[in-house]
């Protein structure tokens, strides 16, 4: 069973910059390098959003419209960890974040119930 171990959340202020990181381990059947790795986040009272993906064979990345440009997913195969740096941060940027990843060999998807493997959360607090 895939585990996946989210840290780098906390409180910013508006404009500033966090660094996330998922940290993954008990990977069996096959390596970190081939699963697509994403993140999600999730405001109170609100359904969880698609962030960002990287995926396993190409390492295409994908962003949901309201973070291009001001967010980075990346993936350091060797540490089998994937990263997403936030920058620019926004008060509606708030929200707990989450990285899932998808079974072996799966492309992309914007949506959580294609992702089979998910983290704890780490909470990320944009102040205004």
């Known amino acids: 069973q895939v585990q996946l171990v989210e840290s780098g959340g906390g409180l910013v202020q508006a404009g500033g910059s966090l660094r996330l990181s998922c940290a993954t381990s008990r990977i069996t059947f096959s390596t970190f390098t081939y699963y697509t790795m994403a993140w999600f986040r999730q405001a109170p009272g609100k359904e969880r959003e698609f962030v960002a993906a990287?995926?396993?064979?190409?390492?295409?990345?994908y962003y949901t419209d309201s973070v291009k440009g001001r967010f980075t997913i990346s993936r350091d195969n060797a540490k089998n960890t994937v990263y997403l740096q936030m920058s620019s941060l926004k008060p509606e940027d708030t929200a707990d974040y989450y990285c899932a990843a998808r079974t072996p060999y799966q492309t992309s998807s914007p949506r959580w119930e294609e992702y089979s493997y998910w983290g704890q959360g780490t909470q990320v607090t944009v102040s205004s």
């Open positions: 990287i995926q396993w064979n190409d390492y295409t990345t």
